[in-house]
């Protein structure tokens, strides 16, 4: 796997994972303990930050002039 393969593919997975999430929302809300929604809720939302956090470190690391770590 080349290095630009190897982003594609990371990228790809994180916008997988970030729609899986989405999916996962209604289920989470209908669910009677309020703690544990909350607590789930707060969760995916800082995994989605955090598969942002990567999607935005490949842009700034993996641009034209840039060399791939």
């Given at each position: ?15 997988d994972i ?40 490949l842009?700034k690391?993996s ?7």
């Amino acid at each position: 796997m080349t290095p630009e393969e190897a982003v594609t593919k990371i990228k790809a997975t994180c916008d997988d994972i970030s729609k899986a999430t989405l999916q996962i929302n209604p289920a989470i809300r209908a669910l009677d303990n309020e703690a544990l929604r909350d607590e789930l809720l707060q969760t995916v939302y800082r995994l989605t930050i955090e598969l942002e956090t990567i999607k935005k470190a490949l842009r700034k690391k993996s641009g034209p002039d840039r060399q791939l770590l």
